[in-house]
């Protein structure tokens, strides 16, 4: 089935510690997508890519980072200079279409926990 | 900049009914897109509908359909014969208009009662 698998589900953190969350699509999208999700925020985008060895920054692109290394596979490293990471992290992938009409399908998630 | 707004942090309904849920936007373009997404407990985001702005009939998906109110910069979604399945937060959101980005409300949690 193709879809987009996310790892891991569940992580822990010590602070100053950084950490790679995993994203994995076998729908041969172009685009892929981080969002970050809080209580109460809705989603809010980090990085996203339209293509292989290019992204750009989303709104809140602060402490994070991303690799786009093959079409596939968008890593997302949260740095420990990201001052509040603990949150769910989405990432999705959508056909590109610079016209906005893209639909995005998303993985389960992960969830970042700073000890 | 575009924005989005959902104005009902938390809804409930009871099953079998119908129920509402608002979305307003801003922008000053013509051409765009809008979106629901639906996140239940499990937390997989899946697509519920979607809206392009130069189209007049309302988008419907079996039970879910939009009411598109263009001039008002309105997009509420109606959910009728309301499941417990439906229980989930509710995001609208809005894409194109000259940005690459889509834009997402901070969503709607609506619980379907038994």
Known sequence: DGGITQSPKYL???????VTLSCEQNLNHDAMYWYRQDPGQGLRLIYYSQIVNDFQKGDIAEGYSVSREKKESFPLTVTSAQKNP??????ASSIWESSGANVLTFGAGSRLTVL | AQTVTQSQPEMSVQEAETVTLSCTYDTSESNYYLFWYKQPPSRQMILVI??????????TENRFSVNFQKAAKSFSLKISDS???DTAMYFCAFGGGGSEKLVFG????LTVNP
Do not use: D, P
Not at chain 1, 86 to 91: G, V
């Open chain 1, 12 to 18: 822990f953190r010590k602070e100053g510690q950084n």
């Open chain 1, 86 to 91: 603990t949150a769910f992290y989405l990432c």
């Open chain 2, 50 to 59: 979607r809206q392009e702005a130069y189209k007049q009939q309302n988008a």
């Open chain 2, 83 to 85: 499941q417990l399945g």
């Open chain 2, 106 to 109: 901070k969503g709607t949690k």
